[in-house]
């Protein structure tokens, strides 16, 4: 599997140890459930016929699948803006076939994490 994080401005603000911590938990996400995200991810974007993103919040286990844009309304989800923009250029970069973006969020911390996950392929963390 493959895992490249794309760091926000949120991400930026935190120190460096901050930042590898939340990294290595929601590697551990990802090891785990990234396979079903895919899945799931796949037989959204074949219902709806636009790319969608999985957002997890790990406090909750709440996972929902949902297009970023829908029938030109930008934004749906109502993301910050640089958030919004992160995720957009994740979902545009990502081969629609073979990765899915993932945002994962940790409520405790603060920290929503944005991720292009590819199954089937070594974990990289670039």
Known sequence: MKILPHLTDNDLQRDQDGIVRIQRADSLVMSEYGDAFHERAQAAR??????????????????????LDWEGASNVMRLDASIYLTAKTALERADRDNETVVLIYRQNEDALSIYTFSPGVEIEND
């Open 46 to 67: 074949a219902q709806y016929g636009v790319s969608v993103l999985v957002v997890c919040n790990v406090e909750s286990d709440e996972v929902i699948t949902a297009p």
